[in-house]
């Protein structure tokens, strides 16, 4: 490609969602005119989320879908642009960095990564249908909907046995469906569960398929066929909500071997702020954070990335 294609911005922002819309309304007040690459799914994990009821400012709660569309107005109204498509390549080892997507080139004087984290999931077609109807990646967002119902947790692992105790405080019955016999998770969070009266387990055993009804936009889950991986045999088990619990994957693929990450892939940032180990290079959102994982807090790193940038940028041109 030509270096006559090649664009330049003060600050690019790669990924959407709340950490990189916030990023962008504030680093556009700031007249840094960003410009968003908002990926293949535009608008982040929220856009899989159907309603949202614990982001302040909505008392009766907002789509999921909803709440990221008017974050990105918001966002274009400060000046920043949106691309709709994915990068494929970046060149972090000189300023101004390169950001190459499939059609054009662009060089940036900072970077904001906010590609997010990918839930992990099953990979069945009616987990993919039922998403947001019933099956869920997220107990901290949606259990609150799940006040006297039957739930399943799919996992073996510390997040499977957290969101498994969170769960009892609204759902009726909680099953833990675990592929082996044995926990992954700590000592402590095994024992907290067993001493649990409300949660139950469903050992050797995946789940199959996901049954629910659907009537035109309307899905609900009825409940899942389990499968014994030992015997084979299958079973019914009658529940409203599915919650997948098998991890996260940060969206961090594109770093590899030049950002410093942890032993899961998640981007390392200086405490108490957002800078990466390349100087002019931030990451917001959930692709540095595994603790929390949440729309607030993912909102909340975008604003202090962007003024990361903001103070770094005038720093340099002192």
């Not at 510390?158 to 769960?167: F, S, V």
Request: proline share 3%; hydrophobic share 35%; net charge negative.
């Amino acid at each position: 490609m030509s270096e006559t294609n090649t664009k330049h911005k003060k600050v690019i922002i790669i990924g959407s969602g709340p950490a990189g819309f916030t990023a962008a309304v504030y680093t556009g007040r700031a007249n840094l005119a960003p410009l968003i690459f908002e990926g293949m799914q535009p608008g982040g994990q929220l856009t899989i989320t159907t309603e949202v009821e614990n982001f302040p400012g909505f008392e009766h709660g907002i789509q999921g879908p909803e709440l990221m569309d008017v974050m990105r107005k918001q966002a274009h109204r400060f000046g920043a642009e949106s691309i709709y498509q994915e990068v494929t390549e970046v060149d972090l080892s000189k300023r101004p960095f390169t950001v190459k997507s499939y059609d054009d080139t662009y060089t940036a004087d900072a970077l904001i990564i906010s590609t997010g984290a990918s839930a992990k999931l099953l990979g069945i077609p009616s987990e993919t249908k039922f998403m947001g109807y019933g099956v869920s990646a997220c107990a901290t967002c949606d259990g609150f909907f799940y006040r006297n119902q039957r739930v399943i947790v799919v996992g073996g692992g510390d997040t499977a046995l957290e969101e498994a105790n969170y769960l009892t405080r609204f759902a009726s019955e909680v099953l833990i469906v675990h592929r082996r016999d044995e926990f992954r998770g700590s000592k402590i969070m095994v024992e907290r569960a067993k001493k649990n009266p409300k949660i139950k387990y469903a050992l050797n055993s995946v789940v199959e398929e996901v049954v629910g009804t659907e009537e035109g936009n309307k899905k609900l889950v009825t409940g899942a066929i389990l499968k014994n991986v030992l015997t084979g045999e299958k079973t019914l088990h009658e529940c409203e909500g599915v919650f997948m619990a098998i991890g996260h994957q940060p969206n961090t693929s594109l770093f590899k071997g030049v950002l410093d990450t942890d032993e899961s892939g998640y981007l390392i940032v200086k405490p108490g702020s957002t800078y990466t180990n390349i100087e002019g290079v931030f990451a917001a959102g959930d692709v540095s954070d595994k603790t929390y994982r949440q729309a607030v807090t993912a909102a909340g790193s975008g604003c202090m990335a962007a003024i990361d940038v903001e103070r770094w940028l005038e720093s340099q041109e002192m």
